[in-house]
Nanobody, 126 residues
Framework: QVQLAESGGGLVQAGGSLGLSCAASGRTFSAYAMGWFRQAPGKEREFVAATSWNGRNTYYADSVKGRFTISRDNAKNTVSLQMNSLKPEDTATYYC???????????????????WGQGIQVTVSS
């Protein structure tokens, strides 16, 4: 079992930056690929980014490519999402998720992720 807790959300102006962090419990964090998803009001949850168990592979949604960076620290059981050049349309609740796999192939499919955090709000003002 893995428990995930996001931190670092808040309010930022358009064009600004914000970093999110997700802390995982358990001793098998390195056995999981990690992903970030987001859900805006009135919309379905969507994939944002993912990283493989060792951090060597990453995968981004087209909407955030070049602006967001996902990284992980297996020694600290954390995964981070650095968000730059933020836009009002990035406003959403952001969730981290864990997919128990050692495959270098990453997925954007929610159903593949086994554990989820509670989510944290990010608001980008125009």
């Amino acid at each position: 079992q893995v428990q995930l807790a996001e931190s670092g959300g808040g309010l930022v102006q358009a064009g600004g930056s914000l970093g999110l962090s997700c802390a995982a419990s358990g001793r098998t964090f390195s056995a999981y690929a990690m992903g970030w998803f987001r859900q805006a009001p009135g919309k379905e949850r969507e994939f944002v980014a993912a990283t493989s168990w060792n951090g060597r592979n990453t995968y981004y949604a087209d909407s955030v490519k070049g602006r967001f960076t996902i990284s992980r620290d297996n020694a600290k059981n954390t995964v981070s999402l650095q968000m730059n050049s933020l836009k009002p349309e990035d406003t959403a609740t952001y969730y981290c998720a864990a997919d128990r796999t050692l495959s270098p192939l990453l997925t954007s499919r929610e159903a593949e992720y086994d554990y989820w955090g509670q989510g944290i709000q990010v608001t980008v003002s125009s």
